[in-house]
Structures are given as structure tokens and as C-alpha cells.
């Protein structure tokens, strides 16, 4: 069973092991600078008192193996936008399953009923926009020198995925998971 | 069985082609994804939805796509082996 849970203190450590390990830091926007608990304490403070963002534990058959994150909710316009990874290495392989599960659950009237969701790639990741298109996603955009990593400007692809598209692509409807709501 | 799988493998070089990707010559002893795996993540829901379909295809209702399912194979040989001695379904 996929289970998302709501980021706890319990989780912090994990989280930060796993959003410094090399192989997911290189496709992030941001390398955390000097990364230490306080600081991610700190960080959980902050995004736990914030509405507008929401970040789940996934769980798979019981054991945590990464994050999936939504930030700029806005229920107003029934849009966010999302990001996510796999920190266990030997679960990588389970990613492209988590990202439908996680777009029935925003989509669903049972759970968020979003509209829309939209989020940014480096534009490098041609794997990653691949198997976002490979779910329903589009490209809507090109944001030329965006990001300024690793010494040098990095252009970053803009995408997005409406409800209507992903709900028409029934091969996907299967693919449950059991969430703790957003609550803020 | 062997005959579903297959046609599974022939339909997922398809799929590599049509998105010039790779061809890859799926056997039994390929691991599923992962280190060792020439499929990425992608390409392994790409190839286990096709076997889905040939069931669905046949009147045969598997989920080889639910967390529990996936942590039963390491190869597709072993996938076959977790459909057949599972779920005991036989084509």
C-alpha cells in the first residue's frame, strides 16, 4: 500500500538525509547550505504553519521511502504546484507509480479537488519531463536562465497538468493510496 | 504464460521505438528496474501496464500496479512466477 503521511518532527532527520544525498540535490533548484537539524526544525516550523503548502511522507508497504510536497495551494483558483522524491535508493524505481497515485488524490473531490497542478524542471532532467509527459503532463513553458547552480544559469521548464486530461487517461484510475488529509 | 509475456516484450520495444529511446530485448532474467536494470521507472510501468492490458485483453483481471504487487518480483521471470503461483492465474 502507498501511505502519504504528514511530515512530522520524528521525520526531520530522515528528510534531511535524504534531501542531501547527491543523487537528489543535483535536481533541485537549491543545495542546502551547511544543512544541520536546527536549521531543518526551523524549516519545519515554518512550512508547518503555512497554508499554502502541504509535505507528505510516502510510505510503501509501511516503510518511508520518500516526500512528495505541494506548495502554492490555492484553493481560490483549485491550483498548486508539486514537487517530489524518492530517498531510498532501491524504491527509485517506484516513483513513476507514486506520481499517479498522488494525482488522484489532488484531483479527487474526496481529496483536494485541485483544478490544476504546475511545477518546475531543470531543464537538463529530460528523463523526468519524459515521464511527466508520460502521465498527461505539458510543457508550457521555457524560463531561460532561471536557476543559478552549481556556478552556472540553468533554464527550467515549466509544466503542467490539468484535472480534466489526467481523469481522461482511465489507465491510471487503479492506482490508490491512503492520505492524510491536508488540514491547515 | 510465456507467450503473453512475449507479446508484452514485443509491444514494449514498440513503445521504446516509437519514442527513440532504446530497443531492449526483454528476457526473463531482466531485473525490473534499478541498479542493473537497463528500464528506468518510466519504462517498467510502461512494460507492466502492457502485461495488464494482455490480461484485461483476455478477461483476465490482475493489479500488478498496487504497492504489494510490486515488491514480489525482482525479474520478469519472477513476475511471471508471482502471477502464476499467486494469484494463480494460468494463460
Redesign the interface.
Known amino acids: ?2 501511505e502519504f503521511k504528514n511530515m512530522e518532527e520524528k521525520d526531520l532527520l530522515m528528510v534531511l538525509r535524504w534531501r542531501t544525498e547527491k543523487d537528489i540535490t543535483k535536481c533541485l533548484f537549491t543545495d542546502l547550505d551547511k544543512p544541520d537539524i536546527d536549521k531543518q526544525l526551523a524549516w519545519f516550523k515554518k512550512i508547518e504553519a503555512d497554508p499554502t503548502c502541504n509535505y507528505w511522507v510516502i510510505y ?2 509501511g516503510l518511508p521511502i520518500g516526500v512528495i510536497f505541494l506548495t502554492n495551494i490555492d484553493f481560490t483558483h483549485k491550483r498548486a504546484s508539486y514537487g517530489t522524491y524518492i530517498g531510498v ?2 524504491k ?6 507514486v506520481m499517479p497515485v498522488f494525482y488522484n488524490y489532488v484531483f479527487s473531490k474526496e481529496g483536494l479537488g485541485l483544478h490544476k497542478l504546475w511545477w518546475e524542471v531543470l531543464s537538463w532532467l529530460g ?1 523526468v519531463i ?2 511527466h509527459k ?1 502521465h498527461g503532463a505539458k510543457i508550457v513553458g521555457t524560463a531561460k536562465e532561471h536557476v543559478f547552480k552549481n556556478n552556472k544559469w540553468q533554464d527550467v521548464v515549466i509544466m503542467e497538468l490539468l484535472r480534466d486530461d489526467w481523469v481522461k487517461d482511465t ?1 491510471w484510475v ?2 490508490k ?1 491512503v492520505f492524510e488529509p491536508y488540514n491547515k | 504464460m510465456l507467450e503473453l509475456f512475449n507479446k508484452a516484450a514485443v509491444d514494449f520495444n514498440g513503445w521504446c521505438s516509437e ?1 527513440n529511446r532504446f530497443d531492449l530485448p526483454i528476457t526473463l532474467e531482466t531485473p ?4 542493473g ?1 537497463p528500464l ?3 519504462a ?3 512494460f507492466i ?1 502492457g502485461v495488464e492490458e494482455l490480461f484485461e485483453a483476455k478477461g483476465i483481471s490482475v ?1 500488478l ?4 504487487a ?2 514480489h518480483w525482482d525479474t520478469f521471470g519472477t513476475m511471471i512466477s508471482y502471477l502464476e503461483d499467486g494469484l494463480h492465474v494460468r494463460v
Not at chain 1, 92 to 97: I, K, L, N, T, V
Not at chain 2, 65 to 68: F, L, Q, R, Y
Open positions: 500500500m502507498f510503501m508497504n535508493p532501491e527509485r524505481r517506484f516513483g513513476a507509480y528523463n519524459d515521464l508520460f489507465r487503479k492506482m493510496g | 519514442r525490473v528496474a534499478g541498479p536494470s528506468d521507472s518510466m517498467m510501468v510502461s501496464m493489479n500496479s498496487s504497492a504489494e510490486l515488491e
